[in-house]
């Protein structure tokens, strides 16, 4: 008998061994969703997917990941949500689409005991477990003071455009503010604005053409909330034979704004190193998995949150932004017609 007694003992423990998988913390075979909002930027497969993932491996080997774009689709995105979930989920990273539909989201899995980590925008109308992203509303704080600064070194005359990004995106109506709260005391009169649906530069493309009609020369740059809508904007003001084009913001850092910039194109983008809020989010999803609840650094939204800081891009320190970088390549944005410019401005 206690032969037999030593023998289940040592089952047991094995079985417990077996069942608590190499993650640690009983975190074997944990699967966490990440479900990212659209594919009218590209830094969502480029970027944020494979970065998030390739954290959560170093963390969690056996963990697994279930990315699922929604592609600007509201609804596709609860279903993905829901599916996820179906699946025994123990942590939902989303970026949402819409930030107040996104509530449903976070009331759905909180029901189910399942913690949400709000990605890159906000859930203000019912707070998310934890939010993580770049601040938002200082990013478009910098890039419309550093415009205004540029328009005044240059003494430029007239007004602005102000574009702003998808008007169902919480972290969109931060950076307004912080686009305002620069623009508003600048001296430069602020000709017109626009929440552009789905951060769509087709459609930021469609609106600056009106204002250029409508205002002519007296455009005297344009704030644009992302890469996406400047190059919308600018791809007006050629469309309409303006030279040269007036300057214009952007925020991503994304290879065509870069390049834009080298050309003379587009003023000024936002650096926000993606592998920064892409392993943070992983940290935090995988705390959650362990049963922890991490602390914020801050608070926004009721919610704890980590907020990092972003850094402003133009020709001048683009070389050495570049250098740095381990999201962009000199190599890929000196390509073809670009490759002179970057050669005349240090960049290779």
């Not at 980590?117 to 550093?146: L, M, W």
């Not at 809020?277 to 926004?300: D, M």
């Not at 009721?302 to 970088?325: E, I, M, R, W």
Request: hydrophobic fraction near 40%; proline fraction near 5%; aromatic fraction near 6%.
């Amino acid at each position: 008998m206690r032969r037999l007694a030593v023998l289940v003992a040592t089952l047991a423990l094995v079985v417990s061994a077996c069942s608590a998988g190499t993650g640690g913390g009983g975190t074997g075979n944990a699967k966490i969703a990440f479900l990212m909002p659209d594919i009218a930027s590209t830094r969502y497969e480029l970027y944020d997917s494979p970065l998030f993932k390739a954290k959560v491996k170093q963390l969690c080997a056996d963990c697994e990941v279930l990315y699922q774009n929604a592609n600007a689709d509201a609804s596709r995105q609860q279903q993905q949500a829901n599916s996820a979930l179906a699946q025994g989920v123990k942590a939902i990273v989303i970026d949402p689409v819409d930030s107040t539909a996104a509530a449903s989201i976070v009331n759905t899995a909180r029901s189910q005991g399942v913690p949400v980590i709000a990605y890159d925008r906000p859930i203000p109308g019912t707070p998310a477990d934890y939010y993580i992203s770049f601040d938002n509303e200082k990013i478009g704080k910098s890039i419309g003071e550093d415009l205004v600064k540029h328009l005044k070194e240059t003494g430029a005359t007239g007004g602005i455009l102000e574009v702003n990004g998808s008007p169902t995106d919480a972290a969109a109506g931060l950076i307004k503010k912080g686009i305002h709260s620069a623009v508003d005391t600048s001296g430069f009169e602020l000709l017109a604005e626009y929440d552009t649906p789905d951060w769509q530069p087709a459609k930021a493309q469609d609106w600056v053409s009106g204002q250029i009609t409508r205002f002519g020369g007296r455009i005297a740059g344009v704030v644009a909330a992302n890469d996406g809508t400047g190059g919308g904007a600018i791809a007006a003001f050629k469309a309409a034979g303006v030279t040269p084009v007036p300057p214009v913001t952007g925020n991503d850092f994304e290879v065509a704004a870069a390049q834009r910039i080298v050309a003379g194109l587009q003023y000024n983008t936002i650096s926000k190193p993606i592998k920064i809020v892409a392993e943070a989010a992983a940290e935090v999803a995988y705390q959650f998995v362990k049963g922890e609840k991490p602390a914020g650094r801050t608070t926004l939204f009721d919610t704890p949150s980590q907020l990092f800081d972003p850094t402003v891009v133009t020709l001048a320190n683009l070389p050495g932004v570049l250098a740095k970088s381990d999201q962009i390549k000199p190599s890929e944005v000196c390509t073809g017609e670009y490759a002179a410019a970057c050669k005349q401005h240090g960049i290779a």
